[in-house]
T-cell receptor, first 112, second 115 residues
Framework: EPEVTQTPSHQVTQMGQEVILRCVPI?????FYWYRQILGQKVEFLVS????????KSEIFDDQFSVERPDGSNFTLKIRSTKLEDSAMYFC??????????FGPGTRLTVT | AQKVTQAQTEISVVEKEDVTLDCVYE???????LFWYKQPPSGELVFLIR??????QNEISGRYSWNFQKSTSSFNFTITASQVVDSAVYFC????????????FGTGTKLQVIP
């Protein structure tokens, strides 16, 4: 069964550093998403992406965040200058129109 | 805006007991989807079910069953004869239909099944 993959599974970075989280969505999907889950809290929507542009973003997704689909397979989330409060699990998801979103296993980001 | 409320923060049951996880949602749209996800301690989100707002039939899958009632905006999840492996955080979620649509999650219910 096709699945969404994410790398790395765990990323440790120092405050102020840039990080790039990588995702490989399911190959025939057209819609891509990033979500964030701070430890012990609910999963929160960050951004959706379709046709090479952002479709919707939440208030969390400020200028420090950006997304990109640099080639036909990868979908990345970049945080330019990480803060302690960016420590969280980041989930990538992909979907067809009107179908459920398939979530990746997540990348745990720890900012020290 | 959509909202999902899971009032039960934590539930503990003894193995083989039945347990129901409550979910109440809010949306002004008439077409939407409801979901349940399981998050085991390893952290991944495991998809359990998706329900279309037009389909109010209850669903059973093995020991799992779901009760969808539009009249009370509820989508409750029951585990029959609970097992230790059911211990996890369970999230109820909602999305609108059509093209891309973000999923709005509830705050989750942590279920602990005691052997």
């Amino acid at each position: 069964e096709p699945e969404v993959t994410q790398t790395p599974s765990h990323q440790v970075t120092q405050m102020g550093q840039e990080v790039i989280l990588r995702c490989v969505p399911i190959s025939n999907h057209l819609y891509f998403y990033w979500y964030r889950q701070i430890l012990g809290q609910k999963v929160e929507f960050l951004v959706s992406f379709y046709n090479n542009e952002i479709s919707e973003k939440s208030e969390i997704f400020d200028d420090q965040f950006s997304v990109e689909r640099p080639d036909g397979s990868n979908f990345t989330l970049k945080i330019r200058s990480t803060k302690l409060e960016d420590s969280a699990m980041y989930f990538c998801a992909s979907s067809d129109a009107n179908r459920e979103q398939y979530f990746g296993p997540g990348t745990r980001l720890t900012v020290t | 805006a959509q909202k999902v409320t899971q009032a039960q923060t934590e539930i503990s049951v003894v193995e083989k007991e039945d347990v129901t996880l409550d979910c109440v949602y809010e949306t002004r749209d008439t077409t939407y989807y409801l979901f349940w996800y399981k998050q085991p301690p390893s952290g991944e989100l495991v998809f359990l079910i998706r329900r279309n707002s037009f389909d109010e039939q209850n669903e059973i899958s093995g020991r799992y069953s779901w009760n969808f009632q539009k009249s009370t905006s509820s989508f409750n999840f029951t585990i029959t004869a609970s097992q230790v492996v059911d211990s996890a955080v369970y999230f109820c979620a909602l999305s609108l239909s059509g093209g891309y649509q973000k999923v709005t999650f509830g705050t989750g219910t942590k279920l602990q099944v005691i052997p």
